[in-house]
C-alpha cells in the first residue's frame, strides 16, 4: 500500500509539473502575441500618420492652385472694352488695382470714395469707375466709356 500511495505522489507530482510546464507555455505564448500586436499597432500608426501627413500635403498644394485659379479667373473677368474696341485690363487686390492699357502702359490705382460701385484712382488723375459691368475711365486726361468684357 505504501508502494501505491507513493507512486499516487509521484504521478501527483509529475502531472503538477507537466501543468506547470504548460502554463509557462501559454504565458510566453501570450506575452509574444502582446508583443506581435504591439509592434503591428506601432507600425499602423507610423502608416496612417504618414499617409494622413501626404493627404495634408496634397491638400495644400490644391487648394494653393485652386486659389490661383480663382485670382486668375477674377483677373480675366476684369476685362473692358471701349465703345471703338480698345480692351483694357484692371488687375484688383484688395484696395489695390492695376488698370492696363492695351499698348502695355500701367497705371497703379487705388481705392476711392464712390457713393456706388468701385473706383480707383490716383495723384495724377487716371481713374476708373464700374458697376453693374460698365464703367467710366479717366486717362492722362481723357474720358471715355467702358463696358465688361464676359
Known sequence: MKKVTLMAILLSLALVACGEKKVEEVKDAATQTVEQ?????????????E???KAVEETKDAAA?????VKDAVAQALKFKT?????????????????????GK??????????????FADENGN?????DGSGIAKIEGKEFNLDLVK
Open 127 to 131: 481713374e476708373i469707375h464700374f458697376k
Open 83 to 103: 465703345a471703338d474696341g480698345v480692351e483694357y485690363g484692371l488687375d484688383v487686390d484688395g484696395d489695390h488695382a492695376v488698370l492696363k492699357t492695351a499698348d
Open 51 to 53: 499617409t494622413a501627413e
Open 37 to 49: 500586436v504591439k509592434e503591428t499597432a506601432t507600425e499602423a500608426t507610423a502608416e496612417v500618420k
Open 65 to 69: 492652385a485652386a486659389v490661383e485659379e
Open 106 to 119: 500701367e497705371y497703379h490705382l487705388k481705392a476711392d470714395v464712390s457713393a456706388s460701385g468701385s473706383r
